[in-house]
């Protein structure tokens, strides 16, 4: 019902009270009651608890769900459910981002580290069948839990259609 209300109240400059009312089926009367009337104490915890939640979820950079924000909430004293958490973040659209963990990387060798030799040197046409080869990993998720796909292939010889393949599907 109230969300009728607020929408006539949106709209009122635009349209007569009266004809919205009736178009939505509500009482003028009821309207009218409804913009005096205080806000219930059930609408004011929920506006002081949407203030906590923002307060903590800006507090932890974005990045707490409403599972943490609950916690927080209980240890200051505030206690609720955490599925009322859940509905007030919906409601304010916060959607928390976590963070990737920090990871090295390994795109410069170390000191005293040899560099590869390049055998192939980026030519990948072979003189016969089974000089040269290359391989292809991936790691797909499985009902079962993750396999990895193993392509080895053998380079091909020059005018030749004979290549051979090699596939394999191994849980890890």
Not at 34 to 47: D, N
Not at 76 to 95: F, S
């Amino acid at each position: 019902m109230s969300e009728k209300y607020a929408f006539i109240e949106a709209k009122k400059a635009q349209y007569p009270v009266v004809k919205m009312c009736a178009w939505f089926n509500v009482s003028t009367s009821g309207y009218y009651e409804w913009l005096e009337r205080a806000p219930s104490a059930t609408a004011e915890r929920r506006s002081q608890l949407a203030a906590l939640i923002r307060a903590i979820f800006d507090e932890s950079d974005s990045t707490y769900g409403y599972r943490r924000i609950h916690a927080a909430l209980v240890r200051q004293g505030d206690p609720c459910g955490a599925e009322l958490v859940r509905v007030i973040m919906r409601e304010l659209d916060l959607v928390p981002c976590q963070p990737r963990p920090w990871r090295p990387t390994t795109t410069r060798a170390g000191e005293g580290a040899e560099a590869l030799p390049d055998l192939v040197v980026r030519n990948f046409t072979a003189d016969s069948p089974g000089t040269k080869w290359s391989a292809i990993s991936r790691i797909y998720q499985h009902g079962k839990g993750p396999l990895t796909w193993l392509r080895s292939s053998t380079a091909a010889p020059k005018n030749a259609s004979d290549t051979r393949l090699l596939n394999t599907c191994v849980p890890n």
